[in-house]
């Protein structure tokens, strides 16, 4: 959350709050289930949605080509003078139950403030233009609103992006899946160590082909298991191990309110399944957490085709099955910031899906073939890495969620705070307040309330 610069044209002196936050988690390929749900949730607001001329490019003053960028509106709690709060959509459509619920809206009313959310371009249904494609002269654009200022409602926000902080760590150690190995062993220390001996019997279990078809059967698979190549298992084992990775980011967050269903599916209950010896092996009870993840989300099989994966990602229609974001994520991934959830580091349960796996899909989906190490390094340059050079921003993160390896966790100045909540999850504090939410999680609410009062007076 930062505060932000800005100047309306016509009032004199209007406050500014950027909120931003990656709200669903950036998995491309197993967004699909929470897609589905958030689509419907969507269409149910759509009527509601407005839309805003924007420009296509802010570098180049000579290009004079707009398009429409959605966004929502809540002025219930407005006073005239208060200030504006912006919410910047994430890696996904943008989800207008927001505009009711959550924790801004809290602070909203307590200072009078003005609500926006406004859609990320290429997410959702803001559509710049054509989808992203594969040409360098385009990567620029899908840069733009991640790069301040930007414009919107005739008002220039100055904007540090921060919850994009130097991808670099991210990039070569799978810092994410350590923390979820923390998080997993803080339910009971076995845990991890019984998800680590399931995930290496399946491992095994892939080099004999004889064992195929009761891995089909264990793991519902929509079609016979076929592993033609590195990139055939590396899909399966990503696909499998992100049960683990999706429970652990929203554990027990208070996110039901976006129409997102398996909210009660916690690391208490897979751990629970991991530890009970009556399922059988660690690689049976491996499989019931992958069934009682289907059950859950209501899919009759899974398809771990790698290739199927491909073709959908490849698709560059708007209606395609990975236009809300699969596709243009992962495009950001490989040409912005890396963020890859691979399995490079020793010390995380899970094998068999490195770095390696994900920079073949930058060639395989795009046909990019450029160095992510130097888009990486250009983007720490433009917004700064761990250098932030600005003020008034305040950085929360859960110790619990596996992105926080990426953000700042310790105050960087006095006006530069970190509020790092121990045991929660990701973006707990952005959800709605709730009876069971820990005491360090209404105490996080209230410290980033005093401060934002602080700055607005100020
Ligand atoms: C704004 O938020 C309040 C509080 O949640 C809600 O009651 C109201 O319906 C919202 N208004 C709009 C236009 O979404
Ligand atoms: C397949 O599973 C069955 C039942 O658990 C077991 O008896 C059989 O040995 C397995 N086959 C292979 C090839 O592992
Ligand atoms: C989660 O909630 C669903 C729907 O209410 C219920 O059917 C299911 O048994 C619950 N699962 C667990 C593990 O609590
Ligand atoms: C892309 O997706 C659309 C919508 O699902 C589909 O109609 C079209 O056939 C797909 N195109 C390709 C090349 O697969
Ligand atoms: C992929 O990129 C290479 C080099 O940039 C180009 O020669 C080739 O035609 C491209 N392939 C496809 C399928 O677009
Ligand atoms: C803190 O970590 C950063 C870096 O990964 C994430 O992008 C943020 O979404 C996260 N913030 C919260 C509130 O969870």
């Not at 809540?74 to 959550?102: C, H, K, S």
């Not at 899970?350 to 046909?367: E, R, V, W």
């Amino acid at each position: 959350m930062a505060l932000g610069c800005n100047r309306f044209q016509k009032a004199s002196a209007v406050l500014a709050v950027v909120l931003a936050c990656v709200l669903c988690a950036p998995c491309a390929a197993r967004s699909h289930r929470y897609a589905a749900q958030l689509e419907s949730a969507t269409a149910a607001a759509e009527e509601e949605a407005q839309w805003f001329i924007q420009r296509l490019d802010h570098f180049n003053g000579a290009e004079a080509r707009v398009w429409k960028q959605r966004y929502f509106v809540n002025d219930t709690f407005y006073r005239p003078g208060g200030p504006v709060f912006l919410m910047i959509g994430g890696e996904g459509p943008a989800n207008p139950a927001w505009m009711q619920y959550g924790t801004w809206l809290l602070y909203a009313q307590k200072l009078g403030a003005l609500c926006l959310l406004l859609e990320h371009r290429f997410y959702g249904k803001s559509h710049p233009r054509d989808p992203p494609k594969e040409r360098k002269k385009e990567r620029k654009k899908e840069r733009v609103s991640l790069t301040r200022p930007f414009r919107f409602m005739n008002t220039r926000w100055c904007y540090k992006p921060w919850s994009r902080l130097n991808q670099e760590r991210n990039l070569h150690r799978s810092k994410y899946l350590e923390v979820v190995w923390r998080s997993l062993a803080a339910e009971n220390p076995e845990c991890p160590l019984v998800v680590k001996k399931a995930s290496d019997t399946l491992v095994e279990r892939l080099n004999d082909p004889k064992t195929y078809d009761n891995i089909t059967k264990d793991f519902r698979l929509c079609s016979k298991l076929q592993i033609q190549s590195k990139m055939d298992s590396a899909y399966l084992l990503e696909s499998l191990a992100g049960n683990f990775m999706d429970v652990v980011q929203y554990n027990e967050d208070n996110r039901a309110f976006e129409g997102v269903v398996g909210t009660n599916i916690t690391i208490k209950v897979l751990c629970s399944v991991m530890l009970d010896s009556s399922l059988g092996e660690p690689y049976d009870r491996y499989a019931a957490v992958a069934r009682l993840m289907q059950n859950t989300f209501s899919q009759a099989c899974i398809n771990t085709q790698y290739k199927s994966y491909i073709q959908d990602m490849s698709n560059t229609s708007w209606s395609g099955p990975e236009a809300g974001g699969g596709r243009q994520w992962v495009y950001q991934t490989c040409t912005e910031f890396g963020f890859y959830q691979s399995t490079d580091s020793p010390n995380q349960p899970f094998s068999g899906f490195p770095l390696h796996y994900h920079l073949q899909q930058c060639a395989d989906i795009y046909n990019l073939s450029t160095s992510l190490d130097d888009a990486i390094q250009q983007t720490n340059e433009e917004y700064g890495g761990y250098d932030i050079r600005t003020t008034r921003i305040v950085f929360p993160n859960g110790s619990i969620d596996p992105w926080h390896a990426l953000g700042v966790t310790r105050d960087i100045t006095s006006d530069l705070l970190a509020v790092f909540i121990k045991g929660t999850a990701h973006c707990a504090n952005m959800y709605p307040a709730r009876a069971e939410d820990l005491p360090q999680l209404s105490l996080a609410r209230d410290h980033i309330f005093i401060m934002l009062q602080k700055w607005l007076a100020e």
